[in-house]
């Protein structure tokens, strides 16, 4: 139940506990759906893929990877001892357009 009391300065809203309580819930999940969308997003972004992997989307071969990292264009991440490169640093790298300039 919802009733309105107005006065000349403000006006103030009496509101049920259950409806109280159905508008928090749905406040809470869209914003918990919101914060898990954006951390599957930058999860799918952040993974790590193979040399191999990286060679083929960008389009170069396992030199050009070597020397991207070396010049700091492209940096590996060791898993182990497991050369790997980020899915967003590969992305970023296609958005430009897949050279290095």
Same mark, same amino acid.
């Given at each position: ?29 869209? #914003?918990?759906? #919101? ?48 050369? #790997? ?17």
């Amino acid at each position: 139940m919802l009733s309105e009391m107005t006065t000349p300065l403000q006006t103030q809203y009496v509101i049920g506990k259950d409806d109280l309580e159905e508008i928090i819930n749905g406040i809470v999940d869209a #914003r918990m759906k #919101r914060f898990f969308d954006n951390k599957k997003k930058e999860a799918e972004a952040d993974q790590l893929i193979t040399p191999k992997d990286a060679a083929e989307q960008l389009g170069v071969n396992l030199t050009t990877l070597w020397r991207w990292h070396n010049e700091g264009y492209l940096v590996k991440v060791y898993i182990g001892n497991k050369p #790997r490169y980020k899915q967003s640093d590969i992305d970023r790298i296609l958005q430009k357009g897949g050279s290095h300039e």
